[in-house]
């Protein structure tokens, strides 16, 4: 179905996000994308339902270009944040997913599966593992049915690191059977990935501490390990922040310089893009340095890649500033949850 806005007018039809782009050998309508949200509204045994179908087609009926699904667990032993998660780990999951992934192509959209291992701030398991054994800050989500401070996770095994890292491409592999156009690893927010970026989260002295280099070889082995099995043009994306869903204003010590370090090793990782995140929803105060530069323009211009950004973007003066060097792609969250048809509804679709 095809929308004619009550609110379009010739200003928001001009406007960048209603170009279109591409991503990879993929074609996007224009430059908008929904955020990842976590529903926690799969089965108990983390398959996706009929209702979250009909719930991702929406957005897709909506005019959104892409979809990025909420976080999915990788492997069936630490990587779970939340009961009624949806996983990636078994074939009944791939054929809820096939569903999913049907509808939104149905309506003219695509869809990459976000993966994520909780690490630390697990809300589902009594044990968890980490980079090292640091209490997390804060406390649990309450609307993930969580409560109280999370456990003491104990510091990643060796072995731990290789069923992560098998995890997240089995899960990948899983994701190209379950019809995806491609993932994204959730490298943010501060979840496992993310707390091995994270210096005072990452204490190891091993060749996984220390150096950048060293501190990103796990999210390195783990695009280089999907790419060797998935087919020539299946996404995989990168998403990064700063701030984290327990600490929620954490920024970078020495801001721009450790992006750039981070960056330089997400250039030689070569994801099809980089999504940088606010996950506070305040782009401005939580992506630009003080020099005037973000971290979503850092990222194009270092790793030349496709940039997506996200945090409060549906403020179209904002949107359109991030537009113009910061970032390629928006992505919407509350306000997509608001109103699916919100590219419809502005007149961008
Ligand atoms: C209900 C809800 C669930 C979220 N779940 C996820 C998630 O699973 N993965 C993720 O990377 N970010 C998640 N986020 C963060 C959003 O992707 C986004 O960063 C945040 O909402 C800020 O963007 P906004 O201002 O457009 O809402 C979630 C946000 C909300 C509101």
């Known amino acids: 179905m095809k929308f004619v806005s009550k609110k379009m007018d010739t200003k928001l039809c001009s406007h960048a996000a209603a170009m279109s782009t591409s991503l990879g050998d993929h074609q996007l309508r224009n430059r908008l994308a929904v955020a990842p949200m976590s529903r926690v509204s799969a089965g108990p045994d983390g398959v996706p339902t009929s209702d979250m179908a009909a719930y991702y087609a929406r957005y ?39 569903r999913v992934t049907d509808e939104v192509h149905a309506k003219g959209g695509l869809i990459v599966a976000q993966l994520m291992h909780a690490g630390a701030l697990s809300q589902y398991l009594t044990r968890t593992i980490a980079p090292s054994a640091v209490q997390p800050v804060g406390v649990m989500m309450s609307e993930y049915g969580g409560a109280g401070r999370f456990p003491l996770p104990v510091e990643m095994s060796v072995d731990d690191i290789r069923v992560l890292t098998d995890g997240f491409v089995q899960a990948a592999m899983y994701a190209q059977e379950a019809g995806f156009d491609g993932v994204e690893i959730h490298a943010a927010n501060g979840y496992l990935l993310d707390q091995l ?13 220390g150096s950048m280099a060293n501190r990103f ?43 750039r370090e981070v960056l330089e090793q997400v250039k ?55 537009l113009r060097g910061h970032g390629d792609i928006l992505a919407l969250g509350k306000a997509a949850l608001a109103d699916p048809f919100w590219p419809a509804t502005m007149g961008f679709f």
């Not at 970026?197 to 501490?209: A, I, K, S, V, W």
């Not at 390990?225 to 998403?239: D, H, K, M, N, P």
């Not at 782009?283 to 996200?310: H, K």
Request: hydrophobic share 40%; glycine share 14%.
């Open 60 to 98: 897709a009926e909506g005019g959104f270009a892409l979809v990025i699904t909420e976080g999915i667990y990788t492997d069936g032993v630490y990587s779970q944040a939340y009961a009624l998660q949806p996983g990636l780990v078994s074939p009944a999951q791939v054929r809820g997913w096939r």
């Open 268 to 322: 030689l990782a070569e994801p099809t893009y980089v999504h940088i995140a606010a996950e506070h929803g305040d782009w401005r105060r939580d992506c630009l340095y003080e020099d005037g530069s973000s971290y979503g323009g850092l990222a194009r211009m270092i790793t030349g890649r496709p940039v997506v950004v996200n945090g409060g973007l549906h403020r179209l003066d904002i949107g359109e500033e991030v």
């Open 217 to 259: 070889r796990i999210i390195g082995d783990i695009i280089h390990g999907i790419r060797r099995v998935v087919r020539a043009g299946f996404i995989v994306g990168l998403r990064l922040s700063e701030g984290k869903v327990n600490d929620l204003s954490y920024r970078w010590p020495e801001g721009a310089v450790m992006a």
């Open 197 to 209: 970026l994270t210096p005072h989260l990452n204490l190891r002295t091993d060749e996984y501490g």
